[in-house]
């Protein structure tokens, strides 16, 4: 299927998302590491809300790197299956603006104004007509 994007423009993304792939997978260990706690740490209770405040901000750090580990890989997979930069709800093609401003996205700008309309609606948020 061919997608719009040329070559070129699709081996640049190739080569942002390999990077952070390379870098992503590095830095997990690292924050895994140190994410032990020593029992020195929990002396008081200021020292352990500490201790507890930055346990739960690692985790959510982790958390986070897990999820965008795999929106990278699932956009080289759509590299790979030669749909990157197809919107996956209308299969139109997703514009080089908003692919370099958010390389990992799935839709275009018209799919997810529509989502996120859809949010506003069911969160009975009134949008006012255009």
Do not use: W
Request: hydrophobic share 40%; net charge negative; proline share 2%.
């Amino acid at each position: 299927m061919d997608n719009g994007l040329d070559n070129m423009i699709i081996r640049k993304f190739k080569d942002i998302f390999e990077t952070q792939l390379m870098t992503l997978r590095r830095s997990r260990g690292s924050v895994a590491e140190e994410f032990r706690i020593e029992k020195d740490d929990m002396l008081d209770e200021v020292d352990l809300t500490s201790v507890e405040l930055e346990s739960f901000m690692r985790m959510r750090l982790c958390k986070r790197e897990k999820l965008f580990l795999r929106k990278i890989e699932d956009a080289l997979d759509r590299i790979k299956n030669g749909n990157f930069g197809l919107c996956v709800s209308c299969g139109d093609e997703i514009c080089l603006k908003r692919l370099e401003a958010r390389p990992t996205t799935t839709v275009c700008i018209y799919c997810k104004e529509m989502q996120e309309h859809a949010e506003l609606i069911y969160a009975g948020v009134r949008v006012p007509c255009a």
